[in-house]
């Protein structure tokens, strides 16, 4: 077994394997590292390829800004001069051990050198050997993760049933489909209210190949231990294990992404209840409970107040920190997302690029500098 942690921005599975014997590889690269001004003609090409504006040609100069280059030989390659000078860089460093019989590699990216996390990840890759290798990837869907997939036979999504977790597992699974890779979920913290993400994972046709519950215990035997899930008989590790190798196996079919309209239904219901008969001229009555500071026993005070009547309707309007449920212990008949706004998106095919915006934008500007203007004369 090859265990290979490719979120080398933060490594952390050394924690959990305690490798052994290691061995530390210096990975350098050529990189650009400025110009010959000697031959040098300032004819710009250089900067034209740069999609990473990592070069700029500003009168007599060319200017090179390192962190910005992702090495992509694009200005070597078009200089008609051969002015580019190039030199090696460290990028970061690979990491080789052994964990009991599991072969073990990480890699640790240089500090300032962000951009190159996938060629250090391509380079960790080079030791993916026969048999079963678990490719540890980064959280997200930037060029680390698709680096790390790309090759995979497949694709492990660890989520949490979480509006946080449930957002980052959409991006997830639409970016492994469009690598084409047909993922599976392995729920963790699965003890917490899941509706969504089962509504989810049906609509997406996703199987949940496994559940870690939200145990508290779990954290407190992380450091160094190689068995930590096996001590949890009630997690099932070798299960889980099971399903994961014997879906490997076979090609999967990549499903289409399904439509989320439930993610609008929240909006409709709302909708709904405010066209509904009662809604109309007929207005609730409304109490609300306030104060200047928290601690002054609003939310006693609110739950006691919601015994005088048993049709009342009462609603935690602290959203940030919300608590009456501790008191109420309310039982969970619905629970889904809230959408409260739309984005704004150019069709570029209708643009006509006439700029009327900028006057509107200008205007709210000026007006924003006199306010500041009088601002100053007023403390003065
Ligand atoms: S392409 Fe070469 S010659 Fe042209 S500005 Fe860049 S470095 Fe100078
Ligand atoms: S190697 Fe690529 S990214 Fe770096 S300066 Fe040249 S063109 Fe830009």
Redesign the pocket.
């Known amino acids: 077994m090859h265990y290979i942690d490719c979120d080398v921005e933060e490594p952390n599975g050394h924690l959990f394997l305690n490798p052994k014997n290691n061995q530390e590889e210096v990975i350098r690269l050529l990189s650009p590292a400025g110009?010959d001004d000697a031959?040098?003609?300032?004819?710009?090409?250089?900067?034209e390829a740069c999609h990473y504006n990592a070069?700029a040609?500003v009168k007599d100069k060319?200017l090179f800004f390192k962190e910005l280059c992702h090495l992509c030989g694009a200005?070597q390659i078009?200089?008609?001069?051969d002015?580019?000078i190039e030199e090696e860089r460290s990028i970061g460093t690979l990491r080789h051990g052994l964990s009991g019989e599991i072969d073990f590699h990480d890699g640790l990216l240089a500090t300032a050198e962000g951009g190159m996390s996938p060629r250090l990840i391509r380079k960790l890759k080079t030791y993916i050997s026969e048999g079963i290798n678990i490719l540890d990837s980064s959280p997200g869907t930037a060029c680390p993760v698709v680096e790390t997939i790309k090759d995979a036979d497949l694709c492990v999504l660890v989520t949490d049933p979480t509006p946080f977790g449930m957002h980052d597992l959409k991006l997830a699974v639409a970016m492994a489909r469009s690598l084409k890779k047909e993922p599976v979920i392995i729920v963790n913290r699965a003890s917490y209210n899941r509706l969504d993400l089962e509504e989810y994972c049906q609509a997406q046709q996703l199987e949940i190949v496994g559940e870690i519950p939200n145990d508290r215990k779990l954290p407190i035997f992380i450091p160094g231990e190689t068995s930590l899930l096996m001590k949890f008989p009630s997690i099932s590790i070798k299960k889980i294990a099971a399903r994961i190798i014997e879906s490997a196996k076979h090609e999967r079919q990549v499903k289409k992404l399904a439509e989320e309209s439930y993610f609008f239904q929240d909006r409709q219901v709302i909708k709904k209840s405010l066209e509904s008969d009662e809604m109309h001229g007929k207005r609730p009555k409304e109490v609300v409970i306030i104060s200047g500071k928290g601690g002054t026993g609003k939310t006693s005070l609110a739950a006691s107040l919601s015994a005088l009547d048993h049709s009342m309707v009462i609603a935690d309007c602290d959203v940030d920190a919300a608590d009456l449920h501790l008191i109420l212990k309310p039982k969970i008949k619905e629970s889904g997302y809230f959408s409260g706004g739309v984005n704004a998106k150019i069709i570029q095919e209708k643009c006509t690029a006439c700029g009327k915006w900028v006057m509107p934008v200008i205007w709210l500007l000026k007006k924003r500098l006199r306010k500041v203007r009088l601002n100053i004369i007023l403390t003065r």
């Not at 031959?39 to 090409?45: S, T």
């Not at 078009?78 to 001069?81: A, E, L, N, R, Y």
Request: glycine share 4%; hydrophobic share 45%.
């Open positions: 110009v031959k040098c003609i300032k004819c710009g090409k250089c900067s070069i040609v060319v200005c078009v200089c008609p001069v002015a580019i």
